[in-house]
């Protein structure tokens, strides 16, 4: 009982690790009277700076819900993403390429106060064994629609990667992209 209650706390500090604190919201309007703005197709590969090696919208999909079989990555020009609110708190994302239906998927999402729409899917990764040889990482991201009628993505990336305990490494990365509407 006493393992289960340290995993329970260390499980609850990290999935913590990585919220939006401190991020810039004044481009978000969203709210529940205009969510269909975010129906659309948009490109694929961001408009700006600022995602790192991150930098492609079925990536950012991808990290938040492990949706691709067999780590198949989307990563070519002729990829286009499209949404559709289907109600409050789902999201579906088609997959094109060139023009074909590559993926289709059903996201929970979740609208708060703050005009952001955020994924509420799967996030938390294992890598190897954590601490030992290994590690862990959580990814949550929220996304709006801007006043040029484009997508901003705001993720946070918590990572903690360890060897043997005595070497570790816990990192944040906070990323903005913006992906335009065709």
Do not use: H
Request: net charge positive; hydrophobic share 40%; with cysteine.
């Amino acid at each position: 009982m006493k393992n289960i209650c340290y995993y329970f706390s260390f499980v609850v500090l990290a999935t913590s690790c990585a919220g939006f604190r401190n991020v810039d919201n004044t481009n978000a309007i969203l709210n529940k009277n205009n969510l269909d703005l975010v129906d659309g197709t948009y490109s694929n590969f961001s408009i700006s700076d600022g995602g790192g090696y991150v930098i492609t919208f079925a990536d950012v999909i991808d990290r938040n819900t492990n949706m691709f079989i067999f780590k198949k990555k989307y990563n070519e020009r002729d990829v286009r993403m499209q949404l559709k609110m289907i109600s409050s708190k789902k999201l579906n994302v088609k997959i094109y390429k060139a023009g074909k239906l590559m993926l289709e998927k059903d996201l929970k999402v979740k609208l708060k106060d703050d005009g952001f729409l955020y994924l509420k899917e799967k996030r938390f990764m294992l890598q190897g064994i954590p601490l030992v040889f290994g590690g862990w990482n959580i990814q949550k991201s929220r996304f709006t629609v801007d006043e040029k009628n484009n997508l901003q993505i705001q993720s946070n990336y918590f990572f903690c990667n360890g060897f043997m305990i005595v070497m570790s490494d816990w990192k944040t990365s906070r990323y903005t992209l913006n992906f335009e509407k065709l």
